[in-house]
Every structure is written in C-alpha cells, then in structure tokens.
C-alpha cells in the first residue's frame, strides 16, 4: 500500500516523528537538570541565601517599631527639625511602651541598636526600664525628663524618630562615614569618627601592593616551571604547593617570629652589622608585615594560573624570534611576555580578591595600620554585634569587587583570562 505524499512521518508505534524528537529532546532537557540540580541547590544554600540574607540585614532595622510601636505612631507627627521638645502625647506613649516591654526586658534591645548611633543610649533604656514601670497616672514629660536628662534632649528624640522606620539606610550610611541630620540630610560624621572610608582605601591599596609584589616573584618561578625539563619543573612544583599543606595560622605566626624586633630577621641583620642592635627594623604590627605575609600566602595563587599559561606556549616561538635576529631579550619581552598576558589577568584577579577577604593574616601582623576592612566586618560580626553595620560594609566591599570586577573587563576582557 503506497504512504500518500503529504502523511505525516511517524515511528514504528504510530506517534509522528515531530511529537516524538520533541519528548526526546525534553527528557534530555530533564535527565541534563537533575545533574546539574545537587549542584545548583549546593550554590543557592551557600551563596545565594547567604548574600541575600547579607542584603536584608543591611536595610532591616525594626528594633524601634517593634518595641516602641506607639512612640513611633506619634513621632511621626512631631517635627524633628523645630526646637521644641515632643508633646505629652509621645512622652505617655513612651512610658506605656516601655511599660510593655519591660517584663519581657526588650526594652534594653532598643537601647542597644540606638547606641551604636548614639553613646549613651544604652544606659538610658536599661534606666528607664527600671524606673518608668514605676510611674503612676500620668502627666508623664515632666516627670520622665526628671528620671533622665537626656529625655529632655531634643537630639535624643531625634535619633529615636530616625531609626522608627523598619527599613533604613542608615547602616550604609554609617559604612561611608555618613549620617542623616534631623532635617533628613545626608553629611560627613566627624572627623574622628571616619574611619571606614579609609579602611576601604587601604584595603584597596594594601590588595594591589599584595598583587604586585605576587606577581614580580611569581613570574620567573612561573618561567622557571615551564622551561625546566619535567623532574626538576615537578620538584619545584611541589615546592610551590607545600604551603598549601601547611595551615594557614601556623604559616602566619611564623612570620611573627621572623619579623619581630627579636626575630629572627632582625638577629641576622645585627649579626652581619647591617644594622645596630638599638635600630631594629619594625616589620609587625604594620601594613609592611601584612604586604609580607600575605604576599608569601597568595604566591602560589598567582604562580599556578602563571605556569599553566606558559606551559601551552610553544618554545619554538622563542626561537624563531631569535633566528631572525631578535635579542634574546628583545624576543622575550615582545614575543613571549604578550602571550602570558591571559596567565597574567587570571593571576592577578584572583590574588586581589582573594587578598580583599583576608582578616585572619592582617588581624595578626597587620596592627593598627595594617588591618583591612574584613577586619571589621568580622569584629561586628562576632564581637559588637552590630551584624547591620556588616552586611552593609560587606554589600559595599561586594559592589567593590564587582566594579573592579566590570572595569577588569572593560580594559583587559575577561576571555582573555585564562587558567591553563
């Protein structure tokens, strides 16, 4: 029996040919997802969730609202930029809140949050607290300023009417050396209390020091690795990776010892007299100690995406520019440098970063100067539990790094980055 001309193409059951490649495609589609899916899940539970919770945290701020939800209703009608104290109104408002709160001792959280603002805060709330489910029938103003002074200061109730919101931007303000006037202003704090601007800067420049110094020594190391015949290029490979198996807190103490006044380092120097004993060098405690024992850390970092760039270089190039005439020299640094280039992005991208992060290293030789903004972070984190003020440092170091990241592409081209 003769197939009519224009009858669909089917498979041997009977299904056409177009409906079956169709479920065939889409069982590869789903066999291909549930690979990939421990994957994806690992990166969201790991990543994902973490910088968005780091995100919410750097606007989240619902202390106030949450325990002194009737002050802040009638703040809000209260004109923060006039000289005039609250009214009755907010003063009773205040006192049924904390009244409130207190059994529950929640009162003191509001005073806390406020005096990472403001010092003082904190022992005004854990008074008030005290005292104020003490009073009777109101009129309260008078008798609340009496229990505190500070109750009667307009700056007081300007604080507390600028955090009432649940959300602000006041964390990120805060991590840029900023602060919101009453009028709702936005201006420099003062000058003795900036100090994360400039930890920002000489993160960024202590990182690039770091990744030069990296790259000035990791390159012939680098050279050395793919021009060495393969035992002793293996040899010295393994000396590159041995520190990898060594811990990093014992490396960094190591350093302690080398470059203290009584180190070692400077035993040696006063031994050969190339200085006196009462002029020994300061290379701890200082931004010279961090650049030192970071750059000994991330070595490796930049020498391995080094090496496996040269190692596809062909040595015939070299060669050939010499057999033309060229200086050894001359062939090196205009046939063989350019092609390490890819080796060069790669490396140095990733020792920034990677020195951008690092707070275990500078909190234990960098001292007052050679700390980086990590340092901080991990001091709100654990130690002031200011964990707004850190997601907010740790959002604007991201961006940072992402700028960097963008301008790197821009200039460079991030396909011209290559790790082997």
Not at 184 to 196: S, T
Not at 212 to 227: F, R, S
Not at 304 to 327: D, E
Not at 339 to 352: C, E, H, K
């Amino acid at each position: 029996m003769a197939i009519p001309a224009d009858a669909p193409l089917t498979t041997v059951d009977g299904i056409p040919l177009k409906v079956s490649l169709a479920r065939a495609l889409r069982r590869d589609k789903i066999k291909s997802l549930l690979l990939v899916a421990p994957l994806f899940v690992f990166i969201t539970l790991t990543f994902v969730i973490p910088i968005g919770d780091m995100l919410f945290r750097g606007i989240e701020d619902p202390i106030v609202s949450k325990y002194l939800p009737r002050t802040a209703a009638e703040l809000e009608k209260w004109d923060a930029t006039s000289d005039e104290l609250p009214d009755e109104n907010v003063f009773e408002a205040l006192v049924m809140d904390i009244k409130a709160g207190a059994p529950d001792r929640v009162i003191t959280r509001v005073g806390k949050r406020l005096n990472y603002e403001q010092p003082g805060m904190s022992s005004l709330f854990r008074k008030s607290q005290r005292r104020i489910p003490k009073l009777e029938e109101g009129p309260y103003k008078d008798t609340v300023i009496k229990l505190d002074k500070k109750w009667g200061r307009i700056t007081t109730w300007q604080l507390i009417k600028t955090f009432s919101p649940p959300f602000t931007a006041g964390y990120f303000w805060a991590a840029l050396d900023l602060q919101v006037t009453p009028s709702g202003d936005v201006e420099f704090q003062d000058q003795k209390k900036r100090i994360y601007l400039k930890l920002f800067l000489r993160t960024l420049y202590l990182s690039g020091v770091i990744t030069l110094m990296t790259l000035i020594l990791g390159y012939p190391v680098a050279y050395l690795l793919a021009t060495l015949p393969l035992k002793s290029s293996n040899l010295l490979l393994m000396l590159v990776l041995l520190p990898f198996w060594t811990s990093l807190l014992v490396r960094t103490t190591s350093w302690i010892a080398l470059l203290q006044r009584q180190g070692v380092i400077n035993d040696l120097l006063v031994g050969v007299n190339i200085i006196d004993t009462d002029n020994r060098l300061s290379m701890i405690h200082n931004a010279t100690g961090t650049i030192i024992a970071m750059t000994h850390i991330l070595l490796p970092f930049m020498i391995l995406p080094l090496y496996s760039v040269m190692k596809t270089i062909p040595p015939s190039y070299m060669r050939a520019a010499i057999s033309l005439g060229a200086h050894p020299a001359a062939a090196f640094i205009r046939v063989y440098a350019p092609n390490t280039v890819p080796g060069i992005g790669a490396g140095s991208i990733l020792v920034f970063i990677l020195a951008i992060g690092y707070y275990i290293t500078p909190a234990l030789v960098g001292g007052t100067s050679g700390t980086f903004i990590s340092n901080f972070i991990a001091y709100h984190v654990s130690v002031s539990l200011n964990w707004g003020l850190a997601a907010a440092l740790g959002i604007i170091l991201l961006g940072l790094v992402l700028v960097l990241y963008l301008l790197y592409d821009k200039i460079v081209g991030i396909d011209n980055m290559k790790l082997g």
